[in-house]
């Protein structure tokens, strides 16, 4: 059973950092790409940052280029999202996402 379970976030003032774990199950991590999404109160959800399997490239919102980082951990079975600099605008649940499978979601404030 594909499971995904995120952790790390919280209440962090502008400029401050988080990083956020998404520890997965069920499958092998890296054979899979795993993506981050976000959703805002009153918004739609919107792509963060994705991890390609294989080789791991990796991809960014415009939004948050030169802030957040994805990495993997096949070892550990866990995808990375650290994030640095964060503006209250950055607020909003995060949630990892690796094929049809979410997680359950980790809230992320930002403020002052």
């Known amino acids: 059973q594909v499971q995904l379970v995120e952790s790390g976030g919280g209440l962090v003032q502008p400029g401050g950092s988080l990083r956020l774990s998404c520890a997965t199950s069920?499958?092998?991590?890296?054979?899979?790409?795993i993506s981050w999404f976000r959703q805002a109160p009153g918004k739609e959800r919107e792509g963060v940052s994705c991890?390609?399997?294989?080789?791991?490239?990796?991809h960014y919102a415009d939004s948050v280029k030169g802030r957040f980082t994805i990495s993997r951990d096949n070892a550990k079975n866990t995808v990375y999202l650290q994030m640095n600099n964060l503006k209250p605008e950055d607020t909003a649940v995060y949630y990892c996402?690796?094929?049809?499978?979410w997680g359950q979601g980790t809230q992320v404030t930002v403020s002052s």
């Open positions: 991890i390609s399997s294989g080789d791991g490239s990796t």
């Open positions: 996402k690796s094929g049809y499978a």
């Open positions: 069920g499958f092998t991590l890296q054979q899979y790409a």
